[in-house]
């Protein structure tokens, strides 16, 4: 499919200028980018409509949200929900689009005078120094490292993008001196082609793998939107890029000899100073940071600085996650000593590996631990997942499909390719993805409970078998193993069952602490 080029800038001169323009904001949404698109246009005098095709129903905790904001002139707002109309793109000033919708082949959107979406929106009237965070594993766990990072170090910053915070929310609260991570998604950053509004100070890609191909015709035009986070990058500017080989020659459609994984094409295309990660010791010619001996360490030159120590955090993935946020902070001058002490001190975010709760059989007292990954929403995340905790996990997994293979999850939990630790019991949840995860399951005699039409049935049947008879087959002995990590890591999207990756983390979350009270 071609790509959309928008034009450069934005179609407001000055904030000043928003003032009694009319405004449609195309998805009103639950996750907050709507919401605070509403807010912002109508702080700022713009008349507004918000529409969505979710019905008013569906919609009410954000329609809540908006009519208890005394701050806001209601009577600007107008909502049109469970439809969209021809006329209210056709006559808009300027149409807010959501990341979530196709501009090609659609018919509003056609009809628009001007599109902006809150991304560009900020981009183009904020001064402060730009944090960029893109990639198909780790981008959210990232950004949160940054940015709590920089905030122990004594920086006023914000973080915001894909990580369901709208930047329009602090727009007004920016400066020179107040740096902003973004996490920002392949479609943010398409909503950004041709416009010249992203010149991120410090740009990272975290790995790819194969994502969105329900969307994207091909993964070379899924990684096409990804290079636009370097695209308006000079000299005076950092990308940080994978070192570590991936699969880059069978998922590049004409893949090139001297390219061994996808950092190497991107570092080849940047103006700006390339550096590199890796969860092995660079070479010589290599500047960048890399981990030894669960330490990381900035290279530059002959000179090596200790950046990252231990962590609170699990898994060598998310190890790469904070070598990579150690990075961003030694290049924003933060001290490496404040640089250890802070992300040693992290714990994670929401839905990342993040542990909430603990219950201790009745009988043996073992100490069950319950870690909800619920944003693992592509099969190697969820591969990964598996293996981070040094130990056997119960694991929880599947979901809907979109259009990703799961033969790397499918090879780690039968223990194939290296694999340390199978699961010591493995639970599916229904969905598309798992009707492809299963057949590769069988083919490896992997035993599996489910698959489960319910998340509360599931933990139900968990509660039940690690009570019952055969609870201590899973581990001989208390004091041998005397906690077990019960990990929800779908490795698919939420589609069907819950309105979203959020949802349903909050609904395990739930469940959980009610079933295993």
Known sequence: MEQFIFPKGCVFNSLEDIKDKHITVMGLGLNGGGEACVKFFLKHGAYVIATDMKTQEQLKPTIDSISHDTSLDLSKLTYVLGEHRIEDFKNADCVIKNPGVKIQGNEYLAEAKAIETDISIFLHFTKSPIIAVTGSKGKSSTVSAIDYGLKNAGFTSFLGGNITVSPLTFLDKTNEKTPVVLELSSWQLADLRGRKALKPKIAIITKIVPDHQNWYSSMDSYIEDK????????????????????????????????????????????????????????????????????????????????????????????????????????????????????????????????????????????????????????????????????????????????????????QTLKGENNTSYVPAEIYLLSGSGTDKLTPLLDQRNVSYNGPFDSLEVLLEVLKKNLTGKNADSLYSTVEEVPSIPVVFSPGATSFGMFTNEFDRGNKFKSFVEKIFC
């Not at 080989?245 to 295309?269: H, M, N, Q, S, V």
């Not at 030159?301 to 060598?316: Q, R």
């Open 227 to 410: 290079k636009l986070i370097y695209a308006d990058q000079d000299e005076n500017d950092f990308t940080i890029l994978d070192f570590d080989d991936d699969d880059y020659k069978t998922e590049c459609a004409e893949p090139k000899d001297d390219i061994r994984c996808w950092g190497d094409l991107f570092a080849k295309e940047t103006k700006a100073k390339v550096l590199r990660y890796s969860k092995k010791e660079l070479p010589p010619e290599i500047d960048g940071v890399y981990q030894k001996n669960d330490e990381g360490y900035f290279k530059s030159g002959s000179e090596e600085i200790k950046i990252m120590g231990s962590l609170f955090v699990p898994g060598s993935h998310m190890k790469t996650n904070v070598l990579n946020a150690a990075a961003a902070l030694y290049l924003m001058n933060v001290e490496e000593s404040k640089i250890l002490s802070v992300l040693g001190s992290w714990k994670g975010v929401p839905h990342r590996l993040e542990f909430f709760h603990k219950w201790n059989t009745p009988e043996t007292e073992r100490e069950i631990l319950f870690y909800n990954d619920s944003c693992a929403t592509v099969p190697e995340a969820a591969a990964a997942a598996s293996q981070s905790f040094g130990k056997k996990v119960i694991f929880i997994t599947g979901g809907t499909d979109k259009s990703l293979n799961f033969l790397p999850l499918a």
